[in-house]
């Protein structure tokens, strides 16, 4: 078994990283064990327990269909997750564009990784049985997946690879699949956080989803956004834009509206914290080259006098060097025009001893103005107000619950016993109506 299947293991070319987790190295480890000339059978059992523990914990909670035994399943998971040479140049440019060596190292890999599915859960129980003499020790092929059925994409290429007999015939089918789906977590999840510490991009996998459709009011202030982004998402010019307007009135709501409504088109968003703007390079020098479109997502940005972050900014926007990627844009929202708090101090005076006061005074406020678009989303009247309201509670399905006058008396009392009107606010006074109103009586 070592010679047919523990040393070719290392001589993989492309895909040495689909063994290089902790499962992997665990599952070689044990593979050398077992042919291992009188093998230690505390250590089999142990190394042959944990690796069992890891499959368990993966196929049990697994979303979507298990093909294979646990271990075989978990191979090809991450041979389909696998970042290299082939799979990015499959994902970016398709099969046509590999060159011979390419295609040679990928089929190479292929049949090495074929034979390491090939050693099935029975086959590898078989042989630990043997050494620790424990007739009745379970193989890992029988653990369930935590949804069940699926067809998705990858479930039909996995299911290809494992009724092959030759998976390197596969290598220009494997090649469609990372040019249909991608092979990293940029091109299979929409939003973001970068992460400064680990210098990487965070998935986030709960959503705050929101839906256009489900945004009432300021429509006629969103439009401009939305024909920004289609013109990005389209290739052609598109600015960066401020959203500015008072708290709850919907800045940051809209922008993950876009999201949701774009997505699919291959649109992402990645949330950058504003202290960690200077960062822009590293996240330029990993963004540049893909093909789906970013929009770097600055929430609540305001600097205090002594910040210096604006300065970051201001380079981000305009006047780097380093010119803007065609796939990238800066969506920011502050409940400030100015996005740098301001004193009186600020204001220079002819006799100012400092003869840089003007500049440092203009440097500050011309900040937003690098905003090729901004967008001013101001408090809402009293009837805007209930105009939110009524739509809100049209969307919750109870407005035919309760008489307009009792809807629009409520929203008011909810209005007083809170401070201030906003959109948030509405959303806040319907959620509370929904409850109080869909709640079991007695």
Known sequence: MVKSFYYPAHQLLLFGNVLSDEVGRRYLHLLRLLEEGGADAAKVGQTYGSLFCKLAAVAEFYEGEIVGDAWQNYLLDRILDDVNPFSLKATRSGFSSMTKALVIAARHDLVI??????????????????????????????????????????????????????WSTLVEDLAAFYARVGVDDLSRYRAFRWNRHGRSFEVIRDVDEQRLENLIGYDEVRLPLIQNTEQFLAGLPANNALLYGARGTGKSSTVKALLTQYGEQGLRLVEVHKNWLSDYPLIVEALRHRSEKFILFVDDLSFEAEEVYYKDLKALLEGSLEARPANLLIYATSNRRHLIKEFFSDNAQPDDAEISAWDTVEEKLSLSDRFGLILTFTTPNQRHYLEIVFGLARLAKIAEQLSEEELQRRALQWEVSHSGRSGRLARQFIDHLTGELKLPKG
Do not use: C, H, Y
């Open 113 to 166: 990784l074929q034979k390491l599915f090939s050693l099935n859960a029975r086959q590898v129980a078989e042989k630990t049985r043997v050494i620790l003499q424990e007739p009745n020790l379970p193989a890992w092929d029988t653990f369930g997946s935590f949804t069940g059925e699926d067809k998705s994409q990858k479930t039909l290429i996995k299911q290809n690879l494992a009724d092959s007999l030759d």
